[in-house]
């Protein structure tokens, strides 16, 4: 959380506010981000639709479909996200809901560069004592978060895109390994027993009458 506040307050105020925030809190792609429409994200239900992605083909940037068949997936995400995008949605005026939602400054008409933003971004977090960061760092630290919160893998993969809660597995072993043990020092294995209950002398068990057993 510390490094969050970090890099959230590095931004504040800035043109990339919306775009570091969205990542940080969805762990969607940097591609997968700038390949968003204002039709994909319909903000009152606290919901992004990964349809597409913006990829480099030789020295051309282009959108495409997504990484993988699963990456095309719908992302909740949390109501504190709200105001920012609404600050940035009114930032481009009435935009319509084909248009992007990280257009260039340059051409409307195309998503903005993920070089030319990784740049802005790592100028900000190297200010913020966060050097070498990097906007695909921000899905990673979404990642973490989860799962040190202790959220499942199998959650936090479907979040990702990954093609397979192993993939996630593997890239944030130890982050899983330190949730697993922090869940077991804090787990029902140190609390207080319960009582057991005293074993029913069988004689007194047999004296009972019908009665006294329903009641």
Do not use: C
Request: charged letters at 25%; a positive charge.
């Amino acid at each position: 959380l510390a490094v969050y506040k970090r890099l959230s307050d590095a931004v504040a105020d800035t043109d990339i506010r919306a775009y570091v925030e969205l990542i940080a809190r969805t762990g969607l792609r940097p591609g997968e981000a700038l390949a968003l429409k204002w039709s994909d994200v319909p903000i009152k239900d606290l919901v992004i639709y990964v349809r597409r992605a913006l990829k480099q083909v030789g020295s051309q940037w282009l959108v495409g479909p997504t990484k993988t068949a699963l990456s095309a997936r719908d992302v909740p995400f949390p109501p504190e996200l709200i105001p920012i995008l609404h600050q940035h949605r009114h930032r481009q005026g009435k935009p319509r809901p084909e248009d992007w939602v990280f257009p260039s400054p340059f051409d409307p008409t195309k998503p903005d560069n993920p070089v030319r933003l990784a740049k802005i971004a790592r100028e900000l977090f190297d200010r913020a004592g966060l050097n070498d960061w990097t906007p695909r760092d921000l899905r990673a630290l979404h990642a973490t978060m989860l799962l040190s919160d202790g959220v499942e893998v199998t959650v936090v993969s479907r979040r990702l895109g990954h093609s397979d809660p192993t993939t996630t597995y593997r890239h944030y072993a130890g982050v899983v390994t330190a949730a697993d043990r922090r869940a077991a020092e804090g787990s029902l294995w140190d609390r207080p027993r319960r009582p057991k209950p005293a074993a029913v002398n069988p004689e007194d068990r047999e004296s009972q009458t019908p009665n006294t057993l329903a009641g």
